[in-house]
């Protein structure tokens, strides 16, 4: 119901419009009205009507008041007006000729007993409102509290208190009828207030409570909808929908209210289809009706023994049905073919439209193809680096290559000399050949490692103490 200018700001403030609440549009304020007779000059013999209309609890409540002050007051501005047994203060939400017609909508006479516009209110005027306000919400907990240790069947909605704190309205729903006579006095002693009891539906419980609808938007009874008229099952019948109690009930457990709102014309359309069109005869068979087809103008009827269906026009039913009246029974029915319209075909622009088609995997893997051509880098870095270390030898394999990892190499270099001594010590002077050390030969070619081509054992050179001849 709001402009397409709006939008949420800080604090939940619209920030679209810069209005703060009070669209121009009326689409911003709950229950909110379009005045478009404010820029129409009166004539100068005619007054202003003296009577406005007042919101209270941010336009979940209104009502009218008298300005005996003769001020002009515009749309949007705060009021002091009379209350009960003190005053209350609410918005100016209609002003002027409109509030003749809001009247006579609701059924209000213009009697001197309507209320009157004290002031404009002041800053202690709204200091009070605002103590006063956030009162309710810690009241409306205690009274649900109360009311469920009495053992009573009832339900409080909202609890509203006037500007002065002297009186508190309480919004409860119930099946059956509540005796709160005994809640009453305990809210008496409990919220020092006089205290109002007042009875709602399921739909003014969900228009004060608020929300959104299946539709996506606010819903109805909670921005303009008032006056709430009997949804019947036969409304949805007329419309073609199937009875399915939760796809048609509405957050207030009733059927929804916009089923009422093209009813009338889903009404006027079935008047062109005949009403004893229900079975045709035909020499098949017995034809009956399944469904109505408002927006084509089809009807479809299907035999008994058969589950195919077969559209027929409006035309073509009423034919059958005059030669049923003289006793002929046509052949077949003639039925229409209903053609699927299938998707246009689209125009070859010439590029490609990949919007949306980018998915966050494609992305995931060229980040990874990245990462993995960086390491590759850095290795082949590595190796370019290290290969003129690898070819010069080291001083602990003579000549040969050392295979070993750089670091390590690095280690073995920067070693003190005192602690490299004793291997070179160990390599100029060999140990004494023993029975266990056999000279290795430094220049000549190696034996050949095999399983029988051992060296030589040493002879024995302890006494023979046996009387077994030596071996030769």
Known sequence: MACAGCGTGAEGKPSGCKSNGGCSTGGCNRLNVFDWLANIPLSDSLAPFDIIEVSFNNGSRKDFYRNVTRQFLDKGEMVTVEGVSGFDVGQVTLT?????????????????EVKKVLRRSTNEDLGRMGDNKAREKEALIKARAMARSIGLEMKLAEVEIQADGRKATFFYTADDRVDFRELIKLYAGEFRVKVEMRQIGAR???????????????LCCSTWLTDFKSVNTTAARYQNLSINQAKLSGQCGRLKCCLNYELDTYLDALKEFPEDADSIETTNGVASLQKRDIFKNLMWYSYGDSNKQYPLTITRVKEIRQLNRQ??????????????????????????????????????????????????????????????????????????????????????????????????????????????????????????????????????????????????
């Open 327 to 472: 006793g002929i029974k046509p052949e077949d029915l003639k039925p229409v073919e209903v053609v699927v319209a299938g998707k246009p075909k689209e125009a070859d622009l010439g590029y490609a439209d990949v919007v949306g088609q980018i998915s966050l995997r494609a992305l995931e893997k060229t980040s990874q193809k990245r990462k993995h051509k960086d390491k590759e880098k850095q290795k082949h870095k590595q190796k370019t680096s290290d290969q003129p270390q690898q070819q010069q030898p080291s001083k602990k394999t003579d000549g040969k290559p050392d295979s070993r990892p750089p670091q390590q190499q690095r280690q073995q270099e920067n070693r003190p000399p005192q602690q490299q001594k004793p291997k070179q010590d160990q390599r100029n002077n060999p140990k004494p050949n023993g029975p266990g050390n056999t000279p290795k030969p430094q220049n000549g070619p190696r034996p050949p490692q095999g399983g029988n081509n051992r060296p030589p054992k040493p002879r024995q050179t302890q006494n023979n103490t046996s009387g077994r001849p030596e071996k030769g």
């Open 96 to 112: 002027g000729e409109l509030v003749k017609l809001q009247m006579k909508k609701r059924r209000i006479e213009d009697t001197p």
């Open 204 to 218: 003014q419980e969900a228009g004060k409570v608020g929300g959104i609808g299946s539709c996506g938007r606010e």
